[in-house]
C-alpha cells in the first residue's frame, strides 16, 4: 500500500509545487513558461534559475 503524500500550504524548496491552485501558480504552470523564456532566448544554458524566477513573476501578477 502506498504512502499518503503530505500537501504542505506553501512550498518548501525552489520548483516545488504549490499545494493550493489559489496561493500561486501551479509548477507545471511555471516549468512551462520557463520553458518558452528558454525557447525565447534562443536555448542558451546556464540561467535556467532566471528562467524560472521570471516565469513565477509573469504567473504570480496575473493570478492577482
Known sequence: MARPIQIRSTPERFGEPYARPEEGPTHEEIARRA????????RTHGRQEE?????????????R
Open 35 to 42: 520553458y518558452e523564456l528558454w525557447q525565447a532566448r534562443g
Open 51 to 63: 528562467d524560472w524566477l521570471q516565469a513565477e513573476r509573469e504567473l504570480g501578477m496575473r493570478r
